[in-house]
């Protein structure tokens, strides 16, 4: 079963601060990985990757995936109070077409 | 263009009551998807369909939950009886079509507390 491994649980820092948000997974044959911003309830879609090594980048938030040892990572600078939400990581394999999420990194920004 | 829409927003019911939740896509959408996301936990798929054919419910309690699209567009989730660990929040989503490289447009999602 595949399965997506999101650390810190959740984090506090303070307006300006950069962060780096994990996501690990283990799955029988990758096909991509998404992240989302989970504000109040609906999650809205940030980045999918699909190659190791080429950083996806919007603004201030940019992600970049290792397919050899299984992970991703969002970066967010230069922190912003809007950025606060929950940041779920999700992969989908060429078995079925569903998303598997993990259980999300809950990030708040202190003014 | 109008995003998914989902009612009611929130809900309380008692244990062994029914409810029923229901989502109207984007318009041209042919996939639709209901997750549960039970508080702390990512959310989970429930069924996956696929105009109004259904595509994946190996996670659906089906003894207590149904789902239909009958027109391929609305669909409506039931749950009968509830039991106090269907507390979570309901979310749809719909995706241009079923590949997975179409991006998924989620709902505000119901809130249900089962007392």
């Known amino acids: 079963e595949d399965k997506v491994v999101q650390s810190p649980l959740s984090l506090v820092v303070h307006e300006g601060d950069t962060v780096t948000l994990n996501c690990s997974y283990e799955?029988?044959?990758?096909?991509?990985l998404l992240w989302y911003k989970q504000e109040k309830k609906a999650p809205t879609f940030l980045f999918m990757l699909?190659?190791?090594?080429i950083e996806k980048k919007s603004g201030r938030l940019s992600s970049i995936l290792d397919k050899k040892e299984l992970f991703s990572i969002l970066n967010i600078t230069a922190t912003q109070t809007g950025d606060s939400a929950i940041y779920l990581c999700?992969?989908?394999?060429?078995?079925?077409?569903?998303?598997?999420f993990g259980t999300g990194t809950r990030l708040t920004i202190i003014p | 263009e109008a995003g998914v829409a989902q009612s009611p927003r929130y809900k309380i019911i008692e244990k062994r009551q029914s409810v029923a939740f229901w989502c109207n896509p984007i318009?041209?959408?042919?996939?639709l998807y209901w997750y549960q996301q039970i508080l702390g936990q990512g959310p989970k798929l429930l069924i996956q369909?696929?105009?109004?054919?259904?595509?994946?419910d190996s996670q659906l309690p089906k003894d207590r939950f149904s789902a239909e699209r009958l027109k391929g567009v609305d669909s409506t989730l039931k749950i009968q009886p509830a039991k106090l660990e269907d507390s979570a929040v309901y979310l749809c989503?719909?995706?241009?079509?079923?590949?997975?490289?179409?991006?998924?447009?989620f709902g505000p999602g119901t809130r249900l507390t089962v007392t």
């Open positions: 369909f696929q105009n109004n054919g259904v595509v994946d």
């Open positions: 799955v029988t044959n990758f096909r991509s």
């Open positions: 999700a992969l989908t394999n060429f078995g079925n077409e569903k998303l598997t």
């Open positions: 989503a719909s995706s241009l079509d079923r590949n997975p490289l179409y991006e998924q447009y």
């Open positions: 699909t190659s190791s090594g």
């Open positions: 318009s041209g959408h042919a996939t």
